[in-house]
Structures are given as C-alpha cells and as structure tokens.
C-alpha cells in the first residue's frame, strides 16, 4: 500500500513569501503529525492532529506557521512572511491511531533565500 | 524540555562487526522507546521499538537494550553491513499516551566493506 507522500519534493522560495505545504497519509490514519528537521539534527515535534482538530500546536515556532486538516485526511502546513531561518525539512507522519507507530513521509524541503 | 541524550555522534565500524548506539533520557514516565534508520533525501523509518516492561527486544539483526534504573536503552546491529550506513535516531515521547516524539541528535553509522 501507498505510503505518507508529501509534496512538493523541493520548495525554494524568497524570504517574506508565503508558502504551502501538503501531506497525504496513510489511508485510514487518524493521527498526523508534522515535524521539522534541521540540517544534521533530528526532527522536531511541530503540531499534532487526531482527526481533524490540532491535538497539540505546542511545537509551532511562532503564529506564521499554521496547519490544517480539514477532512480528517490530507494536511496543509501553511508559512507565511517566510525567513532564511525556516529552512529545514519538513515532515509529516501518520499513525493508525491516537499513540500508534508513527510512519514518515519522504519530507519537504524548504529553502528560504 | 523534556531530552533524549544520543552517542556517539558518528560511528565507523567495519562490516561484520557490532555497532553500538546509546541513549539516555530524563523523564521516568517515558513508556516507548524507538529506533528510526534515515538513509538521505529519505524520512526516518521506523527500526524497532521497545516498552519498559522487558529489557531486550530482538529483531533480526537490531536489537534493543533498556535499562530502566539507568534510564538509558541502547541499540545492538550485529554483524553490520554497507547496507546499514545511515542515520539512527533514538526517540522517546514527550508525555505519556500519546506519541508526541522527542528525537535525540542522530547517529551517522559508516559500515565498511
């Protein structure tokens, strides 16, 4: 069966733009999770959804960085007034259930010029 | 925050031989305790994962070590191969029930023909 896919692969933007990023879990995964990875660092716990509804946003750097599910499947993470600093991969997992094995996406990666 | 301490940063072991990773972690309400393997350009794949109520896990080659009195669990890849080089993160949730994961730094494996 298909695995998490995010897209795009490869985002290069300019510093102040605004930028969207989107990841398809596993079909029938209730949990989505997005993490952020920085160059020779593990990843970072950004925001956690159980169905639609953001469980837990605590890992959110700032409010310019927002996340949707709005059909309990696909998620958007959303950057706006992007900086250099944002650079990093982004991840998404999902898992079968609230606490369950999390499976990773291939990751986004985000250059901010 | 809440931290899992990883080592050695980087490691070389020549194929066939045993390549040992530590972690260490802070809170004793930690309750899974896993492994994910990241080749490059690749999200992390989960390895093998462990629960405190046993001290060893084995799967195949990898194997988990805990040491809950330590707060400390380690992996064992015995008779390495070229195929194993990559990234290992040790991770832990940060609250219980529910597997907001903290990562540690990551290990850089190089397995020598």
């Known amino acids: 069966g298909a695995g998490v896919s995010q897209t795009p692969s490869n985002k290069v933007t300019e510093k102040g733009k605004y930028v969207e990023l989107r990841c398809d879990p596993i079909s029938g995964h209730t949990a989505l999770y997005w993490y952020r990875q920085s160059l020779g660092q593990g990843p970072e716990f950004l925001i956690y959804?159980?169905?639609?509804?953001?469980?837990?946003d605590s890992g959110l750097p700032n409010d310019r960085f927002f996340a949707v599910r709005p059909e309990g499947s696909v998620s958007t993470l959303k950057i706006q007034r992007t900086e250099r600093g944002d650079s990093a991969v982004y991840l998404c997992?999902?898992?079968?259930?609230?606490?369950?094995?999390?499976?990773f996406g291939p990751g986004t990666r985000l250059t901010v010029l | 925050q809440q931290q899992v301490k990883q080592s050695p940063q980087s490691l070389i072991v020549q194929k066939g031989g045993i390549s040992i990773i530590n972690c260490a972690y802070e809170?004793?309400?930690?309750?899974?305790f896993p492994w994910y393997q990241q080749f490059p350009g690749k999200g992390p794949a989960l390895l093998i994962a462990?629960?405190?109520?046993?001290s060893e896990k084995k799967e195949g080659r990898f194997t988990i070590s805990f040491n809950k009195s330590a707060k400390q669990f380690s992996l064992h890849i015995m008779d390495s191969q070229p195929g194993d080089s990559a990234t290992y993160f040790c991770?832990?949730?940060?609250?219980?029930?529910?597997?907001?994961?903290?990562f540690g730094t990551g290990t850089r494996l190089l397995v020598s023909p």
């Open positions: 959804f159980q169905g639609t509804g953001a469980a837990d």
């Open positions: 991770a832990a949730p940060r609250n219980t029930g529910f597997q907001k994961l903290v």
């Open positions: 809170n004793t309400a930690f309750d899974y």
């Open positions: 997992a999902s898992s079968a259930s609230r606490g369950g094995e999390q499976f």
């Open positions: 462990i629960r405190p109520d046993v």
